[in-house]
């Protein structure tokens, strides 16, 4: 049995550095927090042992791997449908998160094969175990919804790209030389893909943070609807202005391009509710929903086996290529 855990406003610093980019040193992490990267390491350490981290967590963005569209679906759900919502969820697309949320209110995120998108009639009719309360749909892009730039950027994983994922994915935490050895890449080029990636919006890093063992504080997402793209950047510029001590960060998923999805904590729901007032008087807010998180579930299963599909297919590919050119030389 896990030991539970009091969360003081340190173990929150260390945890919301770890929630933007769970790669982060200890050392770099020390320096923003004015500790020693062995205290940091020991905290760390703690909080995984007790529970208040779960896990480190590598997000592959569904576009680089093939998929059109994204869906955010907030339902209404009795808990003893969420296997049968996930299974006919996971007939449209595939389910890359699942979130619990007090109040028999679940979020889950869908991604969408490119081809399928007219397809969303069946995912109502199939949803007759819950209510559907919220939907969002966006095309997917591997630009970040804060860009200017309206150009769709193609970014092809090679199989060096595809190999350190799958490394990344058993442990996003993975040293490069240790990734360079599984791979038979050097550090340096593990680095240099890496980055790219990370640059591209292919990968991010993060953490799930159980909200039943960070006792003293309660975690919540706040899900703002903009009346139109334009208003995306300032009002983010005003979240981490005027709230930045409680924003944990803003979750790796796939948000369509007038929703700004945030994490926050608070020691109250008084306070989480002055928050939710304080968005919703932000200019170009139309719309903010609040949710208190219970538990988070994350899915990799598709993804390694998209990505072992890619890897094989370049390797038949390869083989292919090398067979004609061995009948020259026999």
């Not at 007219?118 to 939907?135: E, N, P, Q, R, Y």
């Not at 970014?155 to 360079?180: Q, V, Y």
């Not at 994350?298 to 083989?319: D, G, V």
């Amino acid at each position: 049995m896990l030991g539970r855990q009091i969360v003081d406003e340190t173990d929150l610093k260390i945890i919301s550095i770890l929630s933007k980019d769970c790669r982060e040193s200890f050392r770099s992490i020390g320096s923003a927090v004015g500790m020693t990267s062995k205290s940091v390491k020991a905290r760390v350490d703690t909080m995984l042992s007790t529970g208040v981290i779960e896990g480190f967590v590598a997000k592959v963005n569904p576009v680089a791997l093939g998929y059109g569209m994204n869906c955010m679906l907030i339902v209404r759900e009795h808990t003893e449908h969420t296997e049968d919502i996930l299974n006919r969820l996971n007939l449209l697309g595939d389910v890359s998160s699942h979130t619990k949320c007090l109040g028999g209110i679940s979020a889950f995120c869908l991604a969408i094969k490119e081809g399928y998108e007219d397809k969303f009639k069946l995912l109502f009719d199939s949803l007759k175990a819950a209510t559907v309360h919220v939907m969002f749909t966006s095309k997917l892009s591997l630009l970040s919804p804060s860009s200017t730039s309206d150009l769709h950027y193609k970014h092809e994983l090679s199989e060096a790209d595809l190999r350190i994922i799958k490394c990344l994915l058993s442990n996003p935490r993975m040293d490069l030389n240790d990734i360079g050895r599984r791979t038979s890449m050097s550090a340096k080029t593990v680095h240099r893909r890496l980055t790219r990636m990370r640059d591209n919006n292919v990968l991010k890093f993060f953490i799930l943070c159980n909200p039943a063992y960070t006792l003293g504080y309660i975690q919540f997402v706040l899900i703002v609807n903009t009346v139109d793209k334009s208003f995306y950047n300032q009002i983010v510029e005003r979240i981490y202005e005027e709230l930045g001590e409680n924003v944990l960060c803003q979750p790796p998923v796939i948000d369509p391009e007038n929703v700004i999805t945030v994490i926050l904590f608070s020691q109250d729901i008084f306070t989480a509710n002055g928050i939710l007032k304080k968005v919703e008087s932000f200019n170009g807010v139309k719309r903010v929903e609040l949710f208190i998180i219970t538990e988070t579930t994350n899915y990799h299963e598709w993804i390694l086996r998209e990505i072992n599909r890619r890897l094989i297919a370049k390797s038949t590919r390869a083989k292919q290529e090398v067979e004609p050119v061995l009948e020259i030389m026999s």
